[in-house]
């Protein structure tokens, strides 16, 4: 039997028409993820990197479906650092949607801050840009809610 690890691996490096993605496959990589347990989340943070550009692409949108918020994290704010600004961007976005805003560290909601200033200010794309500004204000309102 092979792990849930190794199941999304194998799902996520699966070639998708981007309609097939949205429409079906994006539906079963979050009920994957969502049984990801512990060790498997800390694989899936080792492995990332390693990984080619649709399948990171798919897994910053899936990761913040994990169920344990700590580890599911250190993914996003590892791509958020590491990832080519489309992955990084899709990696924001994912944090700005997710209830996992209320569960950044200081230090984390710091990266996260000096990060967004800086794609707000690499990206040409309107729709990133208000993307990033949304991400942007709530953070800050989260800081004047602490």
Known sequence: MISYFEELDQFLGEEFSDDYWSDYALTV?????????????????????????????RCAQIVTYATNVKYALEVLIGMIKKADQKIAILALDSLRTSDFLNNLSANQREIVLT???????????????????????????NDSAI
């Open 29 to 57: 990589a979050i009920e994957i993820t969502r049984r990801l347990p512990i060790p498997d989340l800390i694989k899936l943070n080792q492995v990332w990197e390693m990984r080619h550009q649709s399948w990171q692409e």
């Open 115 to 141: 990060m967004s200033k800086k794609y707000l200010s690499l990206t040409h794309s309107k729709l990133e840009k208000q993307v990033i500004e949304s991400l942007i204000v709530l953070l800050q309102n």
